[in-house]
């Protein structure tokens, strides 16, 4: 809202403080005005402030003015409102108006004035409009306009002459009803929107727009001014559903003075009188059928003590109240009575009359304090574990990304082998995020793609972020909120350095990380295989396990996926769900006691079925539960030509240790030997 | 020890003298039994003192052994120490997830517990029990997505304060982090996804001083001692009196600069006292409790810290940005 110094003079005497252009600017801002701008127009300075949509009253520079007049004590000096006298019977021209839905017009005013020459308007309001950014247009137009912006309140000016019956009638549009407004485009109309019709058709909308049709011009010599108040959620509504904002309809919907339709018609009939020459030809006709009625209301002392934390003196309360148009009235010690003016509407509540007190008081004279402490603070019990997973990804080498929760369903369809259900979003802003993501591969994958473009070749990302499922119910009330977690790598895998070569990131590498980042949560996932995945390679690719349940996936991202996406390197990537891993708290550590004697190590090597998956090996090696049997790992595996067909070479290395002594060469033997016989006796394996 | 030159070598004499079983030395002990009784102990000693010589000798070639084999390490093995050293990969949390611990952190030493609530947020919990009802001008101002009449995606974590006052009683000081989700268009500055931290804070006797050193509290721990704040008249549906709260500007000290505009202030956030009706949807006592509450960008600080000039650098994970942090 552009607010012009040298009109705010009109309603109060800033000059008189001495204080300057930026100390005004200072105080609007301190009392809630926010000015974000100062600028010189000619001789004038125009401030922009911004003013909240609670507070319409100061969308004009009489209300901008009393609040400067509140906070420096001085006098707010209001035009002279009162109506000029009304030709002689004879000569009068009818006018009737009927409110048909007082409901959503509580009050409409009008007054016929004739003899007006519509001409350029003078110097001075000229220079007026101009400073907030208006365009002069003629006379009439201007006087609406200035009324507007000077106290706030919409007016309009119709051609008498073009008013079909000499009557303006308040009603909803009828079925099928059009009008073309003045900005030349041809509405249609629903029976929601609230129109101002004469005898036979809409000639305004209400509160929005005039009609093109009863336009004033050049040759108009006789004028209906209207000055109303509409209720602010229909002319919302039908200003939403027109697409149509105007300064009118701006003020209307924030809620316009309910007291300021006469005084602002009034005011408008003796600018245009005095400028023109033209002379009042109707009453001011004012249909007013539920008159508003001010509010009393208390204001308690203490509530400002109990919510600004000052106290503030009974005489300071009225001054400010006072100056604001609350017509306060101290009772005792301990409130003021107040009554509430008809262009505050916002206020609504008691401590909506604390802050006009702290605002003019000043935030600035509130103390600082700080709350003596009640509460002991704590993370969420999900923090640990976040914790823990983006510290072990960190260490490793991955950089955490963040996309948006927004999909389409096409990009996830790349990554299904089923589409399944996605929530939508009702009204998307763009064709690019219309529903909720239900992984985060695709986003990740993506985000790989887009650096490879910027030219990054090694890149390990991960990504922990909520997924959303639909549910079963069709307007999504059971709709669930998952956290997964995502990682995807491609290049070289970590480090590569002049005097080493680690190779291209695979599969083992990424499948390393997770194994690290499992088991720092205390769990152990099982991997099995997995060959229908939509996206992952069907020969790469391994389905996560915890406990029983699938919790997600590990893979190569599928040849014809990475085609589409125009890879040329390996992409790994894994998904899975972090609701099982978080749904108890982190373990704490548990120790246990070193053994002091040493531990003997014995390798096999061995030839195995390639078919065999080695965790078959594993499992039954920990199913036979070997005393001293403390630790067993692959530590080479070999297939080529020197082999059988069909078979591999592992060596596999076992560590035996005793709690209690030293073992004999024996005791190792003997165990080892119990291993070696039951994996040749399970899986025929040959141990070279 | 003629031509014995390294360590094995040394090792095989040593054997074939001092070796407990083989050793020659060992051998002649072995012997001394057949002796007459009177010669043994003279020879005896005589072995003894042999082995005692044996064994220093070997000592001092062993020892000569180690420093000449350590001379030629020390002469051949050089190294370019100028060369770069292993690159172990690095990786980095995401700024927002810095920005975010480092604002729960100093919230959470200030006794603030840390709540969550769901994204996808009924009208109520998001509006209604706010304060903005249907057809307030509120509601156009944050534009919304929906995701069905009564569904939303959250437009800012304030549903959280509802939440937490639902389910409990004051004393109540909680921050409510996470996602929020405006209809606007992606440019530099506004993305139609972002993150906020929400703070509540109620209990008897709160008042403004509080909010103001709270928060005064809260940003010299996050930019520096001496940041100053000030609180100026704003509004919001769900807090009267409100506030919008600007800090002293972190890269001028408030003198001045480019970033905050000449003004020394840099607006950061909405706040104000929690309104009477918010307490009284969810049963608190307005007489009797007050509170305040703010709302804060993430990413809005975030972008001040770093002075990162677009919004969208967050969102596209390009890891030239992201290994900056």
Redesign the interface.
Request: with cysteine; net charge negative.
């Given at each position: 809202m552009k607010i012009s110094y040298s009109w705010l003079q009109d309603y109060v005497d800033i000059d008189m403080l001495g204080v300057g252009v930026e100390e005004v600017a200072r105080a609007l801002t301190m009392v809630g005005l926010a000015v974000e701008g100062i600028e010189e127009v000619g001789p004038d300075t125009v401030f922009d402030l911004d003013v909240t949509t609670n507070r319409p009253d100061c969308l004009s520079h009489l209300g901008v003015a009393r609040e400067l007049a509140a906070q420096f004590r001085l006098r707010l000096n209001k035009p002279e409102m009162t109506a000029l006298p009304t030709v002689e019977a004879q000569e009068r021209l009818p006018i009737e108006i009927a409110i048909e839905e007082p409901g959503l017009c509580p009050r409409y005013a009008g007054r016929v004035l004739t003899d007006v020459r519509i001409e350029e308007s003078p110097d001075w309001l000229k220079a007026r409009l101009e400073a907030v950014g208006q365009r002069p247009i003629n006379n009439i137009v201007d006087v609406t306009n200035f009324v507007l912006f000077g106290l706030g309140h919409p007016l309009h000016a119709f051609d008498y002459q073009k008013l079909n019956g000499r009557k303006i009638v308040v009603r909803r549009a009828r079925l099928g009803e059009r009008i073309t407004t003045l900005d030349e485009v041809k509405r249609e109309l629903t029976p929601e929107m609230l129109m101002i019709c004469d005898a036979q058709v809409p000639v305004a909308v209400a509160g929005v727009m005039g009609g093109a049709d009863s336009e004033i011009g050049e040759g108009s010599t006789t004028i209906l001014l209207e000055s109303a108040f509409f209720q602010p959620a229909t002319v919302r509504s039908t200003a939403r559903s027109l697409g149509l904002s105007t300064e009118a309809s701006y003020r209307f919907e924030r809620r316009a003075d309910p007291m300021m339709p006469v005084q602002a018609l009034n005011y408008a009939c003796r600018l245009i009188c005095e400028m023109t020459g033209a002379r009042c030809v109707s009453e001011v006709v004012d249909e007013n059928p539920a008159p508003y009625a001010p509010r009393p209301f208390t204001l308690r002392l203490s509530r400002i003590k109990q919510v600004m934390g000052v106290d503030v003196s009974a005489g300071n309360v009225a001054d400010i109240l006072s100056g604001l148009g609350f017509a306060p009235e101290v009772q005792g010690e301990e409130a003021v009575e107040v009554c509430i003016p008809s262009f505050r509407g916002d206020v609504d509540v008691e401590d909506d009359l604390v802050e006009e007190v702290a605002r003019h008081v000043g935030y600035d004279k509130i103390p600082t304090r700080y709350p003596a402490p009640t509460t002991i603070g704590h993370f969420t019990a999900e923090e640990p574990h976040d914790r823990r997973i983006i510290s072990t990804l960190v260490g490793l080498g991955f950089y955490e990304a963040m996309n948006l929760s927004f999909t389409i369903p096409a990009k996830e369809e790349r990554f299904l082998t089923q589409v399944s259900a996605m929530i939508p979003i009702s009204n998307p802003l763009t064709e690019m995020d219309t529903h909720l993501r239900t992984m985060l591969a695709p986003g990740l994958v993506e985000s790989l793609r887009q650096n490879l473009n910027f030219g990054n070749r090694n890149v390990r990302l991960f990504e922990l972020g909520p997924v959303f499922f639909p549910g079963e119910s069709e307007n999504f009330t059971d709709h669930r909120e998952v956290r997964h977690l995502a990682l995807a790598a491609t290049g070289e895998a970590f480090g590569s350095h002049w005097n080493h070569s680690a190779g291209e990131f695979d599969f083992f590498h990424l499948k390393g990380v997770v194994e690290r980042l499992l088991a720092g949560m205390g769990a152990t996932a099982e991997f099995e295989q997995l060959s229908d995945s939509a996206y992952l390679h069907p020969g790469v690719a391994a389905s996560i396990r915890l406990g029983g349940e699938t919790i997600g996936v590990i893979g190569e991202l599928h040849p014809r996926v990475a085609e589409a996406y125009k890879f040329t390197t390996r992409v790994l990537i894994a998904e899975f769900s972090l609701e099982s891993l978080y749904a108890a708290p982190l373990a704490e550590p548990e120790y246990q006691r070193l053994v002091r004697f040493p531990a003997v190590e014995r390798d096999l090597s061995f030839l195995l079925d390639r078919e065999m998956p080695f965790s078959t090996i594993t499992s039954a090696v920990q199913a036979l539960r070997v005393q001293g049997l403390k630790d067993f790992r692959l530590i080479d595996l070999y297939y080529g030509q020197n082999l059988p067909q069909g078979k591999i070479s592992l060596t596999v290395r076992f560590t035996f240790e005793d709690p209690t002594g030293t073992l004999t060469q024996n005791e190792v033997s003997e165990r080892y030997s119990q291993v070696v016989e039951a994996l040749k006796l399970q899986f025929a394996i040959e141990p070279r | 020890m003629q031509g014995v030159s390294s360590l094995d070598e040394l090792t095989a004499v040593r054997d074939k003298y001092l070796s407990r079983q083989r050793g020659v030395l060992a051998l002649e002990m072995r012997k001394l039994g057949s002796l007459p009784s009177a010669e043994r102990p003279a020879a005896g000693q005589l072995l003894n003192r042999l082995k005692g010589v044996v064994t220093e000798e070997l000592e001092r070639f062993q020892e000569e052994l180690k420093s000449s084999a350590n001379a030629v390490r020390l002469k051949t093995e050089f190294l370019d120490v100028s060369?770069?050293g292993?690159?172990?990969?690095?990786?980095?949390?995401?700024p927002?997830?810095r920005v975010w611990r480092e604002m729960?952190e100093i919230?959470?030493?200030?006794?603030?517990?840390?709540?969550?609530g769901?994204?996808?947020e009924s009208d109520y919990y998001n509006f209604e029990a706010l304060n903005i009802p249907k057809?307030h001008?509120?509601r156009d101002?944050q534009d919304t997505?929906?995701?069905?009449?009564?569904?939303v995606?959250r437009t800012h974590t304030s549903p959280v304060q509802i939440r937490t006052m639902e389910g409990k009683e004051p004393?109540?000081?909680i921050i409510a982090p996470g996602?929020v989700?405006r209809?606007?268009?992606v440019d530099a500055t506004h993305?139609?996804?972002f993150h906020q931290i929400e703070g509540l804070?109620v209990?008897e006797?709160?008042?403004?001083?509080?909010l103001?050193?709270?928060l005064?509290?809260f940003f010299q721990q996050l930019f520096s001692p001496d940041t100053k704040i000030?609180?100026?008249?704003?509004?919001f549906p769900f807090v009267?009196?409100?506030?919008?709260v600007d800090v002293s500007c972190i890269f001028c000290s408030g003198k001045g600069c480019r970033v905050c505009k000449g003004s020394g202030w840099i607006e950061i956030l909405g706040a104000g006292?929690v309104?009477?009706?918010v307490f009284s949807m969810v049963g608190y006592d307005p007489e009797k409790y007050?509170g305040f509450a703010w709302g804060m960008g993430i990413d809005r600080i975030a972008i001040l810290k770093y002075q990162v000039e677009d919004l969208r650098l967050?969102?596209?994970?390009?890891?030239?940005f992201?290994?900056q942090f």
């Amino acid at each position: 809202m552009k607010i012009s110094y040298s009109w705010l003079q009109d309603y109060v005497d800033i000059d008189m403080l001495g204080v300057g252009v930026e100390e005004v600017a200072r105080a609007l801002t301190m009392v809630g005005l926010a000015v974000e701008g100062i600028e010189e127009v000619g001789p004038d300075t125009v401030f922009d402030l911004d003013v909240t949509t609670n507070r319409p009253d100061c969308l004009s520079h009489l209300g901008v003015a009393r609040e400067l007049a509140a906070q420096f004590r001085l006098r707010l000096n209001k035009p002279e409102m009162t109506a000029l006298p009304t030709v002689e019977a004879q000569e009068r021209l009818p006018i009737e108006i009927a409110i048909e839905e007082p409901g959503l017009c509580p009050r409409y005013a009008g007054r016929v004035l004739t003899d007006v020459r519509i001409e350029e308007s003078p110097d001075w309001l000229k220079a007026r409009l101009e400073a907030v950014g208006q365009r002069p247009i003629n006379n009439i137009v201007d006087v609406t306009n200035f009324v507007l912006f000077g106290l706030g309140h919409p007016l309009h000016a119709f051609d008498y002459q073009k008013l079909n019956g000499r009557k303006i009638v308040v009603r909803r549009a009828r079925l099928g009803e059009r009008i073309t407004t003045l900005d030349e485009v041809k509405r249609e109309l629903t029976p929601e929107m609230l129109m101002i019709c004469d005898a036979q058709v809409p000639v305004a909308v209400a509160g929005v727009m005039g009609g093109a049709d009863s336009e004033i011009g050049e040759g108009s010599t006789t004028i209906l001014l209207e000055s109303a108040f509409f209720q602010p959620a229909t002319v919302r509504s039908t200003a939403r559903s027109l697409g149509l904002s105007t300064e009118a309809s701006y003020r209307f919907e924030r809620r316009a003075d309910p007291m300021m339709p006469v005084q602002a018609l009034n005011y408008a009939c003796r600018l245009i009188c005095e400028m023109t020459g033209a002379r009042c030809v109707s009453e001011v006709v004012d249909e007013n059928p539920a008159p508003y009625a001010p509010r009393p209301f208390t204001l308690r002392l203490s509530r400002i003590k109990q919510v600004m934390g000052v106290d503030v003196s009974a005489g300071n309360v009225a001054d400010i109240l006072s100056g604001l148009g609350f017509a306060p009235e101290v009772q005792g010690e301990e409130a003021v009575e107040v009554c509430i003016p008809s262009f505050r509407g916002d206020v609504d509540v008691e401590d909506d009359l604390v802050e006009e007190v702290a605002r003019h008081v000043g935030y600035d004279k509130i103390p600082t304090r700080y709350p003596a402490p009640t509460t002991i603070g704590h993370f969420t019990a999900e923090e640990p574990h976040d914790r823990r997973i983006i510290s072990t990804l960190v260490g490793l080498g991955f950089y955490e990304a963040m996309n948006l929760s927004f999909t389409i369903p096409a990009k996830e369809e790349r990554f299904l082998t089923q589409v399944s259900a996605m929530i939508p979003i009702s009204n998307p802003l763009t064709e690019m995020d219309t529903h909720l993501r239900t992984m985060l591969a695709p986003g990740l994958v993506e985000s790989l793609r887009q650096n490879l473009n910027f030219g990054n070749r090694n890149v390990r990302l991960f990504e922990l972020g909520p997924v959303f499922f639909p549910g079963e119910s069709e307007n999504f009330t059971d709709h669930r909120e998952v956290r997964h977690l995502a990682l995807a790598a491609t290049g070289e895998a970590f480090g590569s350095h002049w005097n080493h070569s680690a190779g291209e990131f695979d599969f083992f590498h990424l499948k390393g990380v997770v194994e690290r980042l499992l088991a720092g949560m205390g769990a152990t996932a099982e991997f099995e295989q997995l060959s229908d995945s939509a996206y992952l390679h069907p020969g790469v690719a391994a389905s996560i396990r915890l406990g029983g349940e699938t919790i997600g996936v590990i893979g190569e991202l599928h040849p014809r996926v990475a085609e589409a996406y125009k890879f040329t390197t390996r992409v790994l990537i894994a998904e899975f769900s972090l609701e099982s891993l978080y749904a108890a708290p982190l373990a704490e550590p548990e120790y246990q006691r070193l053994v002091r004697f040493p531990a003997v190590e014995r390798d096999l090597s061995f030839l195995l079925d390639r078919e065999m998956p080695f965790s078959t090996i594993t499992s039954a090696v920990q199913a036979l539960r070997v005393q001293g049997l403390k630790d067993f790992r692959l530590i080479d595996l070999y297939y080529g030509q020197n082999l059988p067909q069909g078979k591999i070479s592992l060596t596999v290395r076992f560590t035996f240790e005793d709690p209690t002594g030293t073992l004999t060469q024996n005791e190792v033997s003997e165990r080892y030997s119990q291993v070696v016989e039951a994996l040749k006796l399970q899986f025929a394996i040959e141990p070279r | 020890m003629q031509g014995v030159s390294s360590l094995d070598e040394l090792t095989a004499v040593r054997d074939k003298y001092l070796s407990r079983q083989r050793g020659v030395l060992a051998l002649e002990m072995r012997k001394l039994g057949s002796l007459p009784s009177a010669e043994r102990p003279a020879a005896g000693q005589l072995l003894n003192r042999l082995k005692g010589v044996v064994t220093e000798e070997l000592e001092r070639f062993q020892e000569e052994l180690k420093s000449s084999a350590n001379a030629v390490r020390l002469k051949t093995e050089f190294l370019d120490v100028s060369l770069p050293g292993f690159p172990y990969p690095e990786g980095k949390i995401h700024p927002i997830r810095r920005v975010w611990r480092e604002m729960e952190e100093i919230f959470v030493r200030m006794g603030f517990s840390v709540e969550t609530g769901p994204q996808i947020e009924s009208d109520y919990y998001n509006f209604e029990a706010l304060n903005i009802p249907k057809g307030h001008p509120a509601r156009d101002d944050q534009d919304t997505l929906y995701i069905s009449d009564n569904l939303v995606l959250r437009t800012h974590t304030s549903p959280v304060q509802i939440r937490t006052m639902e389910g409990k009683e004051p004393p109540i000081r909680i921050i409510a982090p996470g996602r929020v989700y405006r209809r606007d268009a992606v440019d530099a500055t506004h993305s139609p996804m972002f993150h906020q931290i929400e703070g509540l804070v109620v209990d008897e006797g709160i008042t403004m001083a509080d909010l103001k050193g709270s928060l005064e509290a809260f940003f010299q721990q996050l930019f520096s001692p001496d940041t100053k704040i000030r609180m100026r008249p704003s509004y919001f549906p769900f807090v009267e009196p409100g506030a919008e709260v600007d800090v002293s500007c972190i890269f001028c000290s408030g003198k001045g600069c480019r970033v905050c505009k000449g003004s020394g202030w840099i607006e950061i956030l909405g706040a104000g006292m929690v309104h009477p009706k918010v307490f009284s949807m969810v049963g608190y006592d307005p007489e009797k409790y007050t509170g305040f509450a703010w709302g804060m960008g993430i990413d809005r600080i975030a972008i001040l810290k770093y002075q990162v000039e677009d919004l969208r650098l967050f969102f596209e994970n390009d890891i030239r940005f992201l290994s900056q942090f």
